[in-house]
């Protein structure tokens, strides 16, 4: 370890390089290769601050006995590498909710994308879900079942698609302790989750009325969808009476996306369903929500998406 080299008129950079030198066959050593510490530092800071929060409210299962299916593994615990979660078996919801004297009754569902091998919970989660809860709007973070994991015996149509529809009915079951209007509740999903979001605004019941789950009672009919970069766009479609659209993606994103959700605007505009799009020209996949990104439109696009709901009549 060697003292590095000193500026003019400041303190020397104590420690501040690791100077390395190899021995060659020829017995004499290379030119030294200096490594910044501060580079290693930076690096080993950026690890150890990638961790969900440590104050999170209380996740609730979405199934009391269990999911369908999942009931043997419900106790299983989740597996959690720095922001992202995986292993999970007993669907929830994390609630996000405003006082009452802050409530606009407008909530949403978030359900975070990770290729349906994990979830990104960190910049698809749960910083979204507190910034519009300051802003009065009700969130709520989907857990789901994942059915990309290595060894999952799970699918998207009949597992995930199953947590995401409970999710709509777990909280219009609960809606008066949340200070939730039942006819404006949406869902939102990034990239794989956008895939949920897009599939619960194609197919929804309004749900048994002789069920006796009371929760089965309720109607898996989003009142408003979001699709931030969603994969498979191939698959959505569009008819009379689906919930009004909010896209946002980037221009540098893959095909399916960056041309995919303009074709799906399309779509909308076809059957006659109110959409919006926002194609970010300067963005690819996967910018999702840090509230301490650099400033850019597609770091503002929550924003956009606020002024649509006013606009639509689904936030006052």
């Known amino acids: 370890m060697k003292r590095g080299r000193e500026t003019s008129g400041s303190r020397p950079f ?24 501060f580079a290693l530092f930076t690096l080993q800071s950026a690890v150890l601050a990638a961790e969900l929060p440590k104050n999170l409210p209380q996740a609730i299962p979405l ?32 609630p996000f909710v405003p006082a009452a004297d802050k409530a606009s009754g407008t909530a949403v569902i978030i359900c975070p994308g990770g290729g349906h091998s994990k979830l990104c919970l960190g910049h698809e989660g749960y910083a979204l879900a507190e910034w519009f809860k300051e802003r009065g709007i009700a969130a709520f973070v989907l857990k789901y079942r994942l ?14 698609m199953a947590d995401a529809r409970r999710a709509i009915r777990l909280i219009r079951s609960r809606a008066d302790e949340w200070h939730v209007k039942t006819d404006r ?32 009672r309720q109607s898996s009919r989003p009142d408003f969808q979001a699709l931030i970069y969603p994969g498979t766009s191939g698959l959505f479609n569009a008819e009379k009476g689906m919930p009004p659209l909010f896209i946002a993606a980037g221009y540098s994103d893959r095909p399916d996306i960056s041309e995919g959700m303009a074709t799906l605007y399309l779509k909308y505009k076809a059957a006659g369903v109110k959409a919006e799009m926002h194609m970010y020209a300067n963005a690819g996949h996967g910018f999702g929500y ?18 649509w709901l006013i606009d639509s009549g689904l936030l006052k």
């Open 14 to 37: 104590v420690n501040q390089a690791i100077i390395s030198r190899e021995l060659r066959p020829s017995g004499r050593y290379s030119r030294p290769m200096i490594r910044p510490l």
């Open 185 to 216: 509740l949406g869902i939102l999903g990034f990239s794989a989750g956008g895939e949920l979001a897009a599939f619960a605004a194609m197919k929804n019941d309004p749900g048994q009325k002789d069920a006796a789950d009371p929760i089965e």
């Open 290 to 307: 840090r509230p301490d990104a650099k400033p850019s439109a597609a770091a503002r696009w929550p924003e956009r998406f606020t002024e």
């Open 147 to 160: 059915a990309r994991e290595k060894g999952s015996t799970y699918t998207i149509q009949d597992h995930a």
């Open 63 to 94: 199934w009391e006995n269990g999911a369908p299916g999942s009931e043997a593994r419900k106790t299983e615990a989740e597996q959690v590498e720095g922001t992202n979660v995986c292993n999970i078996h007993n669907p929830t919801l994390t």
